[in-house]
């Protein structure tokens, strides 16, 4: 699966074009709208202003959350003056997405001007791949280009149907989203040894088929969070009340079996934080695995498990890590996550960190910069890991001696 069959923004003829960019502007915003973390905004502009440099005008898309009715809550305005900020430039804000409003500014847009388009998912047709929908968006540009990774594993309107109203030298992938790929692409080809991959997050089903694929890569495996009870569970240990996917006990001991027989070092928690409930409130101690009480459930690994895990990340040249060790937004539950990704910050190994809660811990952390490379979508990053083809990435292909 190479990068290099997917025709690049710089491979399309674009002087003075109409460009419609589907970016990724899915930001986390406080109650008053403020954007908290603008590092998707900001990884968007490397392509827009490629795009502006070649006398384009430039039509934005994104979604924002899960509308379920036009509210002002969801609206792309706040997206649009900090985007206008970053660039310093003006950013022209549609009233809606395929509506009387946009396709009259997208028609009057002038070179190296911006258009944002309201949020798509305004319109339901977007989550629906209606093709109609991206019929209308496609209309409005001569040129379609995608940057927007953290939909690419969804077959959305602006993301999948849209791709079919342009022939392959008029559609395109931007910087950010083949830098993701081929970050994914090296990472499972061409590791530098030790290769170490941390898995947490809450379940072990969405990360099964990632967990199966990185066994037969990786030379050890770290396994913290709600998905850790699991596999504590497989080893036949009490586990109280902690999250539990009884269905997949049987997957868990064949990944720990496959470990075994490729002699994968597997880790699992050693210690865990407990509490009787899940609350910023509740009474909570550390234990060992083998001691987890009956009535309580483990929501953070413990200070033995973060050393432990410390030492095993310790000569890793490569480090993939995806998901958090507990329930990181409680701040006493967070501790593991944190220790974690100060270990991975420190480390001199390539560090490459599934979006998604992973980048949040890691910004909450202050670590950021310390790593290689944060990729701006989680479940885009686990689908590449699992080694699927992406649904918005497939039409963006070219077969030899097509273009």
């Known amino acids: 699966m190479q990068s290099a069959d997917i025709v690049s923004v710089k491979e399309l003829d674009l002087n003075g074009k109409k460009v419609f960019i589907r970016c990724d502007f899915n930001v986390p915003q406080d109650e008053f709208l403020n954007i908290t973390d603008d590092r998707r905004i900001r990884s968007a502009i490397p392509t827009i202003r490629y795009c502006l440099d070649n006398g384009c005008s430039v039509i934005l898309a994104s979604h924002l959350g899960r509308p379920k009715e036009l509210s002002q809550k969801y609206s792309l305005e706040p997206i649009a003056k900090r985007l206008a900020r970053l660039l310093n430039k003006e950013v022209v804000m549609a009233k809606d997405v395929i509506g009387k409003d946009a396709k009259t500014k997208a028609a009057n847009l002038k070179p190296t001007e911006i258009l944002m ?123 109280g009340d902690s999250l539990l996917e009884e269905e997949l006990i049987d997957e868990a001991k064949a990944i720990l079996a496959r470990g075994k027989e490729l002699g994968v070092k597997v880790y ?75 270990f991975i910050g420190d480390s001199h190994a390539t560090t490459i960190i599934g979006g998604g809660d992973t980048a949040d811990v890691v910004a909450r952390s202050g670590e950021a910069d310390e790593m290689t490379f944060i990729s701006t979508g989680g479940g885009a990053s686990l689908e590449l890991i699992e080694g699927k083809e992406l649904p918005g990435v497939k039409p963006l292909r070219v077969k030899e001696g097509e273009l």
């Open 117 to 239: 388009l309201e949020n798509l998912r305004f319109e339901k047709g977007e989550t629906k791949n209606d093709e109609e929908l991206a019929k209308e968006l496609a209309s409005m540009a001569d040129v379609y280009v995608n940057d927007a990774f953290g939909v690419c594993h969804r077959v959305h309107a602006s993301v999948e149907a849209i791709t079919k109203f342009f022939d392959n030298n008029h559609k395109g992938a931007g910087f950010l989203l083949l830098r993701e790929i081929s970050f994914a692409n090296n990472l499972l080809k061409h590791p530098a040894r030790p290769f170490v991959a941390v898995v947490g997050g809450s379940k072990v089903s969405g990360k099964l088929q990632a967990l199966r694929n990185l066994i037969n890569k990786v030379d050890k495996l770290i396994i913290g969070g709600g998905m850790a009870f699991t596999f504590l569970k497989a080893l036949e240990f009490d586990i």
């Open 268 to 342: 699992l928690p050693v210690d865990v934080a407990v509490a009787r409930t899940c609350s910023s409130d509740a009474l909570m101690s550390y234990v060992p695995t083998q001691e987890i009480p009956n009535g309580f459930m483990g929501l953070d690994i413990g200070p033995a498990t973060g050393k432990l895990f410390r030492e095993a990340l310790s000569d890793a040249q490569t480090i993939w890590w995806n998901g958090p060790m507990g329930v990181f937004e409680i701040e006493k539950f967070s501790k593991g996550s944190m220790k974690m990704s100060h």
